[in-house]
C-alpha cells in the first residue's frame, strides 16, 4: 500500500496588523505547501506466521513554514533580512497483530519512530531536530450489536 498527500493553503495574502519586527504585512507570511508520503507492506496478511503478518511502515515528508522571521547578527546585531523555515522528516514503524481468540477479531499493537528537522534559510536562524516515538494500539471489536436471543 502507498500513499500520496499534499496540502497548499494560501497565507500569503493575509491581512495582520503591523508589528515592530520590520517586516511589512505582504512578507511577513509564505503560502505553505506539504508533502507527505508513505507505505505499508505485509508479507501475507492471512499467514498463519506472526513475523508474516507484522505490517512495516515508512514515510517522508516535507513542508515550508507559514512565517517569516526578522533576523539579526549577533555579531553586529544589525538586520539581515529575513528568514523561514523548511521541514523535512522520516518516519518508520511497525504494526504487530494480536488476535482476540474468544471472537477472533485482529487488534493492533503500532510502534513508530519519527525524526525531523526544522532546517532555517538564514544562516544565523537556529536549526531544529526532532525525534519522536509513539506507541497506540488499535482494537478490533463489535459495539452496539444487537443481540438476537436474551
Do not use: C
Not at 511577513?28 to 506539504?34: A, G, H, L, T
Not at 519512530?113 to 544562516?123: E, K, L, T, V, W
Amino acid at each position: 500500500l502507498i500513499g500520496l498527500d499534499g496540502t497548499y493553503q494560501m497565507w500569503k495574502e493575509l491581512e495582520y496588523p503591523g508589528l515592530l519586527d520590520g517586516l511589512t504585512p505582504k512578507d511577513r507570511f509564505n503560502d505553505v505547501i506539504r508533502i507527505n508520503t508513505g507505505m505499508e507492506y505485509v508479507i501475507d496478511p492471512l499467514s498463519q506466521n506472526f513475523f508474516h503478518r507484522i505490517r512495516f511502515r515508512g514515510g517522508v515528508s516535507y513542508a515550508n513554514a507559514y512565517t517569516n522571521f526578522s533576523v539579526v547578527d549577533p555579531v553586529s546585531g544589525l538586520s539581515a533580512g529575513m528568514g523561514s523555515y523548511s521541514e523535512y522528516g522520516v518516519n518508520v514503524g511497525l504494526g504487530l497483530p494480536f488476535r482476540d481468540y474468544m471472537s477472533g477479531h485482529v487488534s493492533m499493537l503500532n510502534i513508530g519512530f519519527g525524526y525531523s528537522r526544522q532546517q532555517p534559510d538564514a544562516s544565523h536562524m537556529i536549526r531544529q531536530d526532532m525525534f519522536k516515538i509513539s506507541l497506540s494500539l488499535n482494537i478490533n471489536e463489535l459495539w452496539f450489536f444487537k443481540r438476537q436471543f436474551n
